[in-house]
Each structure stands twice: as C-alpha cells, then as structure tokens.
C-alpha cells in the first residue's frame, strides 16, 4: 500500500490546509486502488509538492522560466502522484486496465510526456482526456 507519509513527501500533515488535506485523502484512496489491483510494489518519485519544491524540479529540468512552470501543477494541491516506472511495466499495465483508471476517477499524461514514471491525478484536465498532455 502506498502511505500517506509517501505522498506527503517532506510534508509536515498538520501543516496542510483543509482543502489540500482531503484532496490527499482522495488521491490516497484512488491510487491504492491501481495499487491493489497492480499487485507490485510502486515507487511514489513525486507527491504532494511545496511551490519551492516545485520550482526546484522544474529547475533540475533546466526550466526556470516562471512563465513556462505550471503553477496550476495539481502537485501543489495534493491532487497528484508520480510512480516510479523505469521499465514500462506499470505504463503497459494502466493501458490494459484502462477501465479501472475511469471507475476510479483517475486521470493520467500521456506517457510521450512520463518516460520513466506514471502520473497520476484525481481530477479531469481542461480536455477530459483519461490521458493528456500536460
């Protein structure tokens, strides 16, 4: 299962806001379900982000134009998680299962944008696509 401790990454809990403490709490739930049905263990690389953290990923990115960092990332609003896929495997599984990613509610980008990693998020795109570019 994946904990509330990963999602938070550095994050004291008692220092969210209500908001970003329930939208945690519904990105908790949705994902351990992919987990539980996915039925391996899953490597959260980014969860709930500080709007330095976030910064500092778009930095190590070699992106420090403000303009070009998306400050509407729902990272920031703990309604986002990025797992840990290096060799494909959960990439190739979310296709196969796709239904289960829309009885869930969740939403994934399109993964020409994640070459090594799963994002996903609780709430649609401007889209609606069940995968987007971000």
Not at 32 to 50: D, E, F, H, Q, T
Not at 56 to 61: A, C, G, I, L, M
Not at 83 to 98: C, F, G, M, R, T
């Amino acid at each position: 299962m994946i904990t509330l401790k990963e999602l938070l990454q550095n994050t004291p809990q008692d220092s969210l806001d209500p908001e970003t403490a329930q939208n945690l709490q519904v990105l908790f739930d949705r994902i351990n379900v992919i987990r539980k049905a996915y039925n391996k263990p899953m490597r959260v690389s980014s969860g709930l982000r500080s709007l330095a953290h976030h910064i500092e990923v778009y930095r190590k990115k070699g992106i420090t134009d403000p303009s070009k960092i998306p400050m509407k990332s729902k990272h920031l609003f703990g309604q986002a998680v990025d797992i840990s896929d290096p060799n494909k495997d959960l990439q190739k599984w979310v296709l196969a299962n796709v239904k289960l990613l829309e009885d869930t509610q969740l939403w994934c980008e399109d993964f020409s944008a994640t070459p090594n990693w799963v994002h996903f998020q609780t709430v649609p795109p401007k889209s609606g696509k069940r995968f987007f570019l971000p």
